[in-house]
């Protein structure tokens, strides 16, 4: 594994862990678990890699499918991106608006736009990734007018 996927793999675990509705305490005892416990080590290594292999598996067709949901949502916002003529650094913008944390630390400075686009939606929430898309969606007043009027028709 090479270290930037080792990285962006501890980032999202723990990511995970913090939206998880797990109590301080035990995300302590879970953290000493993973300390103390080979057993408990093994056992979670185990199943991961049981997980991958199911989503690596062809005839379970898994693994195409959350690739398409990422490309299929990093598609609709690079539309978004294209269709209202926005700039990398507004862009930027907007996924600070939805996780200042991915906009301050997660992608490095000279990404292309799409590349940005792609790291974001592979590590962004589903959550986060709907906002992006609302917050793309939402124009100013003359586009809330016009959407207003495409409604009642």
């Known amino acids: 594994m090479t270290y930037r996927t080792r990285e962006r793999a501890t980032r999202i675990f723990l990511a995970s862990l913090l939206e998880s509705d797990l109590t301080i305490s ?7 678990d993973l300390l103390t416990s080979p057993a408990f080590v093994s056992n979670l290594t185990m199943l991961l890699k049981e997980v991958a292999d199911r989503l690596a598996d062809p005839r379970q067709g898994k ?7 990422f490309s299929d949502a990093a598609r609709s916002i690079m539309s978004e991106i294209q269709r209202r003529r926005l700039s990398k650094s507004a862009v930027m913008n907007m ?3 939805v996780s200042r944390e ?8 000279g990404l292309p736009l799409r590349h940005l686009v792609e790291e974001f939606v592979s590590q962004a929430s589903q959550a986060e990734v ?8 939402r124009g100013g007043p003359g586009d809330a007018y016009l959407q207003g009027i495409l409604k009642r028709s």
């Open 63 to 69: 693994a195409e499918a959350v690739h398409d949901n």
């Open 102 to 109: 991915k906009a301050r630390h997660t992608f490095p400075k």
């Open 130 to 137: 709907e906002n992006l898309l609302s917050l793309l969606g």
């Open 26 to 32: 035990e995300l302590q005892q879970l953290s000493d």
């Open 95 to 97: 996924i600070g608006q």
